[in-house]
């Protein structure tokens, strides 16, 4: 039997088990993916997660690869450029924007050395409970499927968390889809850190990632998501052409991946605790992806909800009241984060410079 079952392996997931395993608990990290491998995502991590990532040993690792340090972030919007001050504070100034393939490999890593068991290419089917209470999953591939207990099982798993679907865990302050956006690779593409472009109906951020390549995303509200996608690649390089400039840059540059991208981006905040579960990341709080928030979200409540577990395991409180404290704690630090965040994905006016220096104050209390 397990002290924990972390389901989903990757920016929530694996540090929430990395984090158990240190303290001593026997952890089962288990994920349908093996590793290394890509999703859809952000890249984004702002300086509270790159903090994070020194904290936790993990920082060298990610300066290890050939993804940069991001010092510069630029913001245009009606005719202006100006750089939003950091977090005040923080240990760090920089944000990096690692690829998936590498950042979700060093946090499985990382998970695995602090002494946590790595399932991987384990679908979890199924949650196992002993009355009202989960005590355990069933997974595994057709065939072959297998029952693990555990004192906890925590739901790492996303956007369309299984475990918070089967545990029917409340949402509130929900703000249906807002904004949809598309990314792809680039390589050849001039550089000076990170900068969004933020236009009268639409945006478009551009920043540097692994290999020498910017990741350059385009987006715009919600009601234009079907007309976009009748021509994807077309509407996407028009939203690119907007931007002053950029036409330019892109000259000698080269398109190395395909176009991806979602206008699945529900806001919402979730119940995170039951009897037996827990949920972190996106599992348990989401919000549009248009301040690059979902990765630094992630890092802060694993912390929060290993700590929370913790003490509870530990007899310092009740576990119940422990994980009420770690729910209070992630709302404390995200409201403010996840007003700003909706409000600017509502596109009802570019924000206002004195906005963004409100989100660097709110940031610095990640």
Known sequence: MYDAIVVGARCAGSPAAMLLARKGYRVLLADKA?????????????????????????????????APPILKLTVHMAGVAFSPPPPDGGPVAEAWCPRRTVLDTILVHAAVEAG????????????VRDGERVCGVR?????SLVTEEARIVIGADGLHSLVARAVEAPAYRTIPSLTFGYYAYWSGVPQDGAEIHMLEDCGVLVFPTNDDSMCIAAGSGIAGFHEFRK?????YLR?????????VRLRGARRESRILGTADQPNYFRRPFGPGWALVGDAGYHRDFITGLGITDAFRDAELLADA???GFAGRRPLDEALAGYEEARNEIATPLYEFTTQMASLTGPPSPELFVQFGAAMSKT
């Open 139 to 143: 997974g595994g591939r057709e065939g």
């Open 309 to 311: 577990i913790d003490d």
């Open 34 to 66: 093996s590793f290394p491998s890509d999703t859809m995502s952000t890249h984004y991590i702002h300086p509270p997660g790159v903090a994070r990532l020194g904290r936790w040993g993990l920082l060298e690792r990610l300066r290890a690869t050939n």
């Open 116 to 127: 946590a068991e790595l399932r991987e290419d384990f679908p979890v089917r199924e949650l």
């Open 231 to 235: 021509d994807v690649e077309g509407n």
């Open 239 to 247: 939203i690119l052409d907007k931007v002053p400039g950029l036409d």
